[in-house]
């Protein structure tokens, strides 16, 4: 140490004697300067680290269930040196089945699939990892991370979504980027009291608000506001894709690509279906004799409202991928349905890329919907699907008749696939994963894929890794350590984001998806790790399914 850190450390604990060893060496870490403020964050080497930066007022008090409000000029000094809370967490669990391989079971913990994080309704906070040499010169690509948990739970500081793997990988390319990750709050409150108030799909409404921190303050810290790239996985991946179509399509500048992987948008149908659930949380709460249900809820205690949201069906209980809380258009921020938004034109015409899972396990449907798997009869099997699973939606009897042809009671044709009568763990199980995963994902995808195949730049992927994992096979989640594991997609990622172009470094060249050669790269196990496949598996599945939730969104 020089003689001159030397001083400057005993500065700092005689004028701060109640401070910490480790906040006086954090402030002499990378700061930047923000309105007058001066945040003070980590040095990792390569990278500077700087977290739990606030992007907007905390939302509590009269403030939550509101529309996000921007955060007051920064001013004094501050430590970002430690992640913010999670957003609120709905209190699920993961009831794991008899006879799961420790492989298995360490896959699903490894992947944080049932974490739960501490959390705080002032929650919205946001993080970046930029090169240690960026300066407000530099004027780097952004890639913004907005990670899954449906839309229920999860956490950017779980140890996975480590933003200082994509920024050494793009250091080591030479095309160096910056990374920015946020808490996505618990924001989907749905009825006709949300919709009339405006307050509809206020996690997005957050994502959005962080769009905008980042043009008015990423310059900060190197980056480049008008080359931001929204990139997110699963719920995060729905997330980026709703932001494609929200708005009326306009992306007001807030970024120029996207990049989605294992999901893209869900095919919901208006804020006024969950008008149910909100009845009941207002039951729960005691606010059902109030003449203004929502102000209501705004005024309780955090816990007890809380604790009515953790009554809610969860993504782990019966109902399964019937989401409690889903986004849903709410005729202002999301105008129509979202497969009728695509179909009318209506997105944001940014380059993007989509990936899935091929044709995937869901693997968080471990779960007590496994109950209808066990000893169902064909009966009991469609009737969970139209009753419980699409919610008794006008879905008729001979459209169940349909659908249950399609996906048949036979391990062969289940999920995990090319897997024969293996991987069961009962006789409904790879039917029912089948049909979640189609419904839920790849057919979506498919969708938005051939509706905008040569109307704007897409590439599509597809992960068949991690196929011999036992019973679940290529589960979902499983591609996130594709990127974050930093194999080949870290460098396709970091390429896009720079170049809105995903090839460049790969052995394989990544043709555009087009109608008319609708090719994937995929990723596989083995000696040959990746290879270009079409999307022409499972057609007249795809096609029904999409069909069906248009006429009956979710």
């Known amino acids: 140490m020089s003689i001159t850190h030397r001083c400057l450390q005993a500065l700092l604990f005689l004028t701060a004697g109640a401070w910490s060893v480790a906040d006086a ?3 002499l870490g990378p700061s930047v300067k923000l309105d007058s403020g001066t945040f003070t964050g980590t040095s990792l080497g390569t990278v500077s680290q700087f977290l739990g930066i606030p992007y907007a007022q905390p939302p509590v008090g009269d403030l939550r269930l509101r529309l996000p409000v921007a955060n007051l000029p920064y001013n004094g000094t501050h430590l970002a040196t430690a992640f913010g809370p999670a957003c609120p967490q709905q209190n699920t669990g993961l009831p794991l089945p008899p006879g799961l391989a420790s492989e298995t079971i360490d896959m699903i913990t490894n992947l944080g699939i049932d974490a739960i994080f501490p959390d705080s309704e002032d929650c919205l906070t946001i993080n970046i990892v930029a090169p240690s040499t960026a300066t407000s010169r530099s004027k780097l690509p952004v890639v913004l991370w907005i990670y899954g948990g449906g839309f229920e739970r999860g956490t950017a500081s779980f140890p996975l979504y480590d933003g200082s793997v994509i920024v ?4 080591l390319l030479g095309i160096p980027v910056i990374y920015a990750s946020l808490p996505v709050c618990f924001g989907f409150l749905a009825s006709k009291e949300v919709q009339a108030a405006g307050v509809g799909n206020l996690g997005l409404q957050d994502q959005r608000q962080a769009m905008r921190w980042i043009q008015k303050y990423i310059g900060a810290f190197g980056g480049d506001p008008t080359k931001v790239t929204i990139w997110g996985e699963s719920a995060g991946a729905i997330s980026v894709g709703l932001h494609l179509i929200a708005n009326n399509g306009n992306s007001e500048g807030l970024f120029r690509a996207a990049f989605m992987e294992s999901g893209s948008f869900l095919p919901v149908g208006d804020i006024t279906e969950g008008q149910a659930l909100y009845d009941t949380i207002v039951e729960e709460t005691g606010c059902t004799g109030s003449a203004d249900t929502l102000q209501c809820l705004r005024a309780l205690p955090f816990d007890v409202l809380k604790a009515a949201i953790d009554k809610s069906p969860g993504i782990f209980d019966f109902q399964s991928l019937n989401l409690a809380w889903p986004p849903r258009a709410d005729g202002v921020f999301l105008t129509d349905h979202p497969q009728k938004l695509v179909q009318q034109g209506i997105i944001a ?6 990936g899935e899972l091929s044709p995937r396990k869901y693997g968080c449907r471990l779960n007590k919907y496994f109950e209808i798997q066990m000893n169902s009869t064909e009966s009991e099997f469609q009737d969970y699907v139209q009753n419980i699973l699409l919610r008794g939606i006008g879905v008729t009897d001979a459209e169940i008749s349909q659908l249950a ?13 090319d897997t024969g009568v293996t991987d069961a763990l009962s006789p409904q199980f790879k039917r029912l994963a089948s049909l979640q995963g189609d419904l839920t994902f790849l057919a979506p995808r498919r969708f938005l894929l051939q509706n905008r ?7 599509a992927f597809l992960s068949k890794r991690f ?5 679940l096979g290529a589960m979902h989640v499983t591609d996130l350590l594709n990127v974050y594991g930093g194999e080949e997609l870290t460098n396709y990622l970091v390429r896009f984001v720079n170049t809105l172009n995903p090839n460049g470094f790969g052995n394989v060249l990544w043709p555009q998806y ?12 083995g000696i040959i790790p990746t290879t270009i496949t079409m999307d022409t598996f499972r057609q007249n599945q795809m096609v029904f399914l999409n069909n069906l939730t248009l006429a009956h969104p979710l």
Do not use: E
């Not at 015409?349 to 989509?354: I, R, T």
């Not at 042809?405 to 696939?417: H, I, V």
């Not at 196929?467 to 019973?471: A, D, F, Y």
């Not at 609708?518 to 196990?525: E, G, K």
């Open 25 to 27: 060496k954090a402030l």
């Open 168 to 171: 050494d990988r793009s250091i």
């Open 349 to 354: 015409n940014v380059p993007f890329v989509s």
């Open 405 to 417: 042809s399609l996906y048949p009671s036979d391990l062969t044709q289940g999920s995990p696939y």
């Open 453 to 459: 195949a040569g109307k704007q730049t897409i590439f």
């Open 467 to 471: 196929k011999t994992l036992p019973v």
């Open 514 to 525: 087009t109608l008319q050669s609708p090719q994937m790269l995929t990723f596989l196990d």
